[in-house]
């Protein structure tokens, strides 16, 4: 079959309208559902009172700005993120060097470490450690959050970072050794630096996945996002509006940081091409 | 690097064992000198199962039947997540712009949210809106005694019918998001040469799709699909929040009213662990089982 010019054009004009066509219809779905959400909130009788949504968010007194229960909440969430990264970052890289040491019983600690973690519910977990060890160690429910979280994702980032490490090349153990190194001076000098490059774009994939979780933590009453957001649908019975709020502010947060990633991979990618 | 693990025991071990040891030493001497708890793992048995005097038999007690709702909602939730997940991930790679943004904004849209708000919101839609339409109630309290027998088998309790449909429609529908992806990826594994090859044969986009992409793409799905079933089993923990009773239901209910709470929290756990932990095993040998034979097709 040959293609003239002409037949070229006019398929890409046809695949244009069909796009602009498919974009209509898809937009038409978006608006169906939305109507069918609102009807089926008018068959309850709903009101809708999103004017009511923004005093939650933030308020302007003396034009002073001050945080609503949501933003604040937001702000616990981030928090607790952060010191929950911060932990299974070293929860997970003590596990990953344990499992490629030369010690057995670091070898399995780090196993059965990894093993259980992975083959629980989160939410067992979060329960066995809010449960049984916090009263035990005498620890508050903050606490808890940050230790469940941090054990949790800890398992996940032992697996990145042992990819990591494996993906370094044979030959840069081989040269290190050669050179006379000693086993904490190749880890340190060589292996971990260029270890990080490799890891750095799925370990912003796990500070999004620990976002999503630390969500769970609501479950202790821990003042975070979701909290807040099941607290004031208990006071204002706006249930839709509140949890379409607080899914945006999660969407809005995940979202921004999957993006980072997406920069972080291409540049990384980059990098590595212009130097290897 | 290279040196072999030996059965020696170094200076590593020894800090490590003692590390360990110390940590859950001293988790059990806190539990013992300064929270003063009294283990007593004789009434677990019981929760397992317990003698009915009524009815002069054993049955099985609020642990096991939770099981029981925990291993249905995997079945029942792992086939409705594969079906919605397949088509989702199908309309990934569609031609068709409007397909994909839908399946693309389906799997942005549940991905990029917390488990536990997804399952909060569409509760509440499910709950207010679905199930009435559905009508379940009215159609099983019409079901013959036998029927209902069938049906309280694969679905537990009748009385918990509607309850327990919500939380596997919730369930599937957020982890189909996570089976789209894998299918998709599947299929964009599939080497271009394999589309451009079918075409040359003049076989239609569909044909291509039904009888080469896909048998192709089937290997490399099936690996993560397992691991998917088992994250399934871990998440449908979740639906205990919206009162589904399965086994972190039952353990909450146990823990609170047998006060129990150390014994049934952990027994809730090492349930979960065992289930999870034998499936992988179990699908890691069915797997290298199946690259052993792959490998030697003919």
């Known amino acids: 079959m040959l293609f003239t010019a002409d037949t070229k054009r006019r398929r890409r004009a046809g695949a244009r309208w069909r796009a602009a066509f498919d974009a209509l219809a898809f937009s038409l779905l978006v608006l169906g559902l939305g109507g069918l959400l609102v009807a089926g909130a008018d068959a309850l009788h709903y009101n809708w009172q999103w004017y009511r949504v923004p005093q939650y968010l933030y308020r302007i007194e003396g034009g002073e700005f001050h945080a609503g229960p949501l933003l604040q909440g937001l702000g616990v969430t981030l928090e607790l993120s952060a010191l929950s990264l911060l932990l299974a970052l070293v929860f997970g890289l003590t596990a990953a060097l344990l499992r490629r040491s030369s010690s057995w019983a670091g070898h399995a600690v780090a196993r059965i470490y990894v093993e259980i973690v992975r083959n629980t519910p989160m939410l067992v977990q979060l329960y066995l450690v809010y449960f049984v060890l916090a009263p035990i160690l005498g620890l508050d429910r903050f606490a808890a959050a940050v230790l469940a979280l941090a054990l949790f994702e800890g398992a996940y980032a032992a697996e990145i970072f042992r990819a990591g490490i494996e993906a370094v090349p044979r030959g840069q153990w081989e040269a290190a050794n050669a050179l006379g190194l000693s086993r904490s001076a190749v880890y340190r000098r060589v292996i971990l630096p260029q270890a990080v490059r490799v890891v750095l774009p799925p370990l912003t994939g796990l500070g999004v996945s620990l976002i999503k979780h630390s969500a769970l933590v609501s479950v202790i009453a821990v003042a975070d996002l979701t909290t807040e957001g099941r607290n004031l649908i208990a006071d204002t019975f706006m249930t839709f509006e509140l949890w379409f709020t607080v899914a945006a502010l999660y969407l809005a947060l995940t979202t921004s940081l999957s993006l980072l990633v997406g920069w972080l991979e291409r540049r990384v990618a980059v990098g590595g091409a212009g130097r290897g | ?298």
């Open chain 2, 1 to 298: 690097m290279a040196r072999s693990r030996k059965r020696h025991f170094g200076w590593l071990d020894a800090i490590v064992l003692a590390v360990a040891f110390g940590l859950i030493g001293y988790v059990v001497y806190r539990a013992q000198h300064h929270f003063h708890y009294r283990w007593d793992w004789r009434l677990i048995p019981g929760y397992f199962v317990r003698y009915d005097a009524e009815q002069g038999r054993w049955v099985l007690n609020l642990l096991s039947q939770g099981l029981l709702m925990t291993v249905r909602l995997a079945v029942w939730g792992s086939l409705l997540a594969g079906l919605i997940g397949g088509l989702m991930g199908l309309c990934r790679v569609s031609r068709s712009v409007f397909l994909r943004l839908l399946g693309r904004s389906y799997v942005e849209l549940i991905r990029n949210m917390p488990p536990l708000v997804f399952i909060f919101i569409f509760y509440f839609f499910l709950s207010g809106q679905l199930l009435p339409a559905l009508a379940v109630e009215s159609s099983l309290a019409d079901a013959a005694p036998a029927t209902s027998g069938v049906l309280a088998w694969l679905f537990g309790p009748p009385e918990l019918l509607p309850n327990f449909l919500s939380g596997l429609l919730c369930l599937a529908l957020f982890e189909g998001a996570y089976v789209a992806e894998i299918v998709r990826a599947g299929i964009q594994a599939v080497p271009q040469g394999q589309w451009e090859g079918a075409a040359a044969l003049g076989l239609h986009p569909q044909q291509t799709l039904a009888n080469v992409i896909l048998p192709q793409a089937l290997r490399t799905v099936v690996p993560p699909l397992a691991g998917q079933f088992i994250s399934l089993i871990k998440d449908s923990s979740l639906v205990s929040l919206i009162s589904v009773q399965e086994m972190t239901f039952t353990g909450t209910e146990l823990a609170v009213s047998s006060g129990r709470v150390f014994e049934v929290w952990l027994t809730v756990a090492a349930l979960y662990f065992l289930l999870c932990f034998g499936l992988a095993g179990l699908f890691r040998r069915l797997e290298s089982r199946l690259n052993r034979r792959g490998s030697h097709p003919h």
